[in-house]
């Protein structure tokens, strides 16, 4: 007698090592098994390790590898050095590190005061010497000046009071410095004679003009006269 054989379903009484529960993080899960690659970014707002969006990835199996740790590791170092220079103005301001901030806009502001105050001083010493070179009734006047710009603002007030052409001279950084002042409006023709003399830099107005040169002052001077 034949015995019919029951085949079973497929897949059915066919025996199954046990499922290993999966231990890995949500984290791991994510990735493709055979291809290691980076986990998708944390969302925006939601920093990692070190300030890292992720600073590692998951090799097959779970075995974590850091990745762009140095750049953690730089920014770090970069607030270490923040913090070292804030230390440092600190100090520098005899003022307690939270207080930097108002101590330093504090000098602004008096840094900005006397900035106006030496202004206005200059332009009176500027005045002062305008009148001693008007008083002295010469055409060539040695003046003192701190800056190049100082002569620009003395020659302006001694061409109020003058009554002929008059050079204005200094010497500073090795440089002679000078303004040709000329009531009759000739002080750009003087620059060009200048200029063809040797090398000089200057400009102005038809009354005024300011420059400096390497020529000698005699060769300046024989221009006004």
């Not at 390790?49 to 199996?61: E, I, S």
């Not at 600190?90 to 602004?108: G, I, K, R, Y």
């Not at 006397?114 to 001693?132: D, I, V």
């Not at 420059?211 to 300046?220: C, D, K, M, Q, S």
Request: charged share 20%; proline share 8%.
């Amino acid at each position: 007698m034949a015995f019919l054989r029951h085949r079973p379903h497929h897949g059915a009484g066919l025996r199954t090592a046990p499922r290993r529960p999966d231990l890995r993080l949500p984290d791991q899960r994510c990735l493709v098994p055979a291809v290691p690659r980076l986990c998708s970014p944390v969302p925006a707002g939601k920093p990692g390790v070190l300030g890292q969006k992720r600073p590692l990835f998951y090799l097959p199996g779970g075995t974590k590898v850091l990745i762009a740790i140095a750049t953690g590791l730089a920014a770090m170092a970069r607030l270490k050095a923040a913090h070292q220079q804030l230390k440092e103005v600190a100090t520098a301001l005899s003022t307690p590190p939270e207080e930097v901030v108002a101590a330093a806009s504090d000098l602004l502001a008096k840094n900005k005061a006397l900035k106006k105050q030496l202004k206005a001083a200059t332009k009176a010493l500027m005045a002062q010497q305008a009148a001693q070179v008007l008083a002295s009734g010469q055409q060539v006047n040695e003046v003192h000046i701190e800056s190049a710009g100082d002569i620009s603002v003395l020659a302006p007030l001694v061409l109020k009071g003058a009554g002929e052409e008059t050079l204005l001279w200094a010497k500073l950084n090795g440089r002679l410095y000078f303004a040709l002042i000329s009531p009759a409006g000739q002080a750009r023709t003087y620059l060009t004679k200048l200029q063809a003399l040797g090398e000089v830099q200057g400009g102005g107005s038809p009354k005024v003009v300011t420059g400096n040169t390497t020529l000698p002052l005699e060769r300046v001077a024989e221009t006004i006269n």
